[in-house]
T-cell receptor
Framework: EAQVTQNPRYLITVTGKKLTVTCSQN?????MSWYRQDPGLGLRQIYY???????DKGDVPEGYKVSRKEKRNFPLILESPSPNQTSLYFC?????????????FGPGTRLTVT | QKEVEQDPGPLSVPEGAIVSLNCTYS??????FMWYRQYSRKGPELLMY????GNKEDGRFTAQVDKSSKYISLFIRDSQPSDSATYLC??????????????FGKGTLLTVNP
């Protein structure tokens, strides 16, 4: 089954404790992206990657890091999480640089930072 | 002024009603217009997209774009309880490379009552 998977789905952590949210897709997509979704603010892009070893900042990159060492994986790293990073996070992927418009979203990771 | 404005609702209608969901935008460079549906505790999924002014129909759903007014709409005919979800509009300047960046509206929460 073609899908985007994220782990963990739920995470409660404390301020300053480094964490990684993993994202993996099995569709051989070049383009991958991370979003956060907050009430009243909607979906905002954090980082995106157009291919292996090619990443760029989205609208709200502060406090986040990403890496793209393999085509299928695009982990999101919070080096020192803070309470304002409490949010619902989505990973998404799509094929090609000039390909179809549809992005496929993962199921989401709900992160709480206390 | 935000690039994309969408009334968050909530919108509650009886089963069988015609639903109208709307977004306005300020960036005249947007060329591609999408509607995503997001069920509770799920990631968004693409419902429809269009890249020209006018109407596009898919079953009970019609997407309408008026570029002169910078206004897009999604109509749902004969609404069903299974249509209850959050509907997000999304737009991009292009369909490839960095031009693909999606700008989302905040989403409208729709409930269709049996």
């Amino acid at each position: 089954e073609a899908q985007v998977t994220q782990n963990p789905r739920y995470l409660i952590t404390v301020t300053g404790k480094k964490l990684t949210v993993t994202c993996s897709q099995n569709m051989n997509h070049e383009y991958m992206s991370w979003y956060r979704q907050d009430p009243g603010l909607g979906l905002r892009q954090i980082y995106y990657s157009m291919n292996v070893e090619v990443t760029d900042k989205g609208d709200v990159p502060e406090g986040y890091k990403v890496s793209r060492k393999e085509k299928r994986n695009f982990p999101l790293i919070l080096e020192s999480p803070s309470p304002n990073q409490t949010s619902l996070y989505f990973c998404a992927s799509r094929p090609g640089l000039a390909g179809q418009l549809e992005q496929y979203f993962g199921p989401g990771t709900r992160l709480t930072v206390t | 002024q935000k690039e994309v404005e969408q009334d968050p609702g909530p919108l509650s209608v009886p089963e069988g009603a015609i639903v109208s969901l709307n977004c306005t935008y300020s960036n005249s460079a947007f060329q591609y217009f999408m509607w995503y549906r997001q069920y509770s505790r799920k990631g968004p999924e693409l419902l429809m997209y269009t890249y020209s002014s006018g109407n596009k129909e898919d079953g009970r759903f019609t997407a309408q774009v008026d570029k002169s007014s910078k206004y897009i709409s999604l109509f749902i005919r004969d609404s069903q309880p299974s249509d209850s979800a959050t509907y997000l509009c999304a737009m991009s300047v292009g369909r490839g490379g960095s031009n693909y960046k999606l700008t989302f509206g905040k989403g409208t929460l729709l409930t269709v009552n049996p």
